[in-house]
């Protein structure tokens, strides 16, 4: 199901990820991070109803993936992996993206909603801290590279 997302433009839209969008996935993958996801990473969330990617005029130009597992008794989404192609940065793609993730994760009874993300990386926590999501701890050496995470966390109920 493809839907019109009016933050992009008229040309965007956001569906489930399927298996003939993994190389452009990976692609985008490669052009954001410097410690990137492999592609067998990507198809371990072929079916995840949060597996979203982001299309216009006909190309994938980002992605989300997240879930929900079941947590001590509640459901915790998890935004796992995020990104925009950077041809495509901050034209509204990423807020769209994580919009219909987080609607997606409600819908499965998610109780709460986390994800990780550097330090170093200010826009994303920028971004994330618009949207109410919450400082809740570091963990040291997180990323290969030995830098920390910020856990950040979204209450929905």
């Keep these: ?69 079941p947590n001590y008794g509640r459901n915790l989404g998890h935004v796992k992996d995020i990104a925009v192609h950077p041809d495509y940065r901050e034209a509204g793609i990423g807020s769209a993206l994580l919009t219909r993730a987080l609607s997606v994760l409600s819908a499965y009874d998610a109780d709460s909603i986390k994800l990780e993300v550097r330090p170093s990386n200010n826009d994303a926590r920028r971004l994330y801290r618009s949207f109410g999501f919450d400082p809740l701890r570091r963990v040291p050496d997180y990323y290969d590279n030995d830098e920390d995470a910020i856990v950040m966390i979204y209450d929905l109920e």
């Design 1 to 69: 199901m493809t839907a019109p997302v009016p933050e992009g433009g008229d040309s965007l839209s956001i569906r489930q990820a399927q298996r003939a969008d993994l190389l452009a996935v990976v692609r985008i993958e490669n052009a954001s991070f410097s410690q990137p996801w492999p592609h067998n990473a990507f198809e371990t969330f072929l079916g995840e109803p949060g597996f979203l990617v982001a299309i216009d005029n006909r190309s994938i130009v980002g992605y989300v993936v997240s879930d929900v597992t």
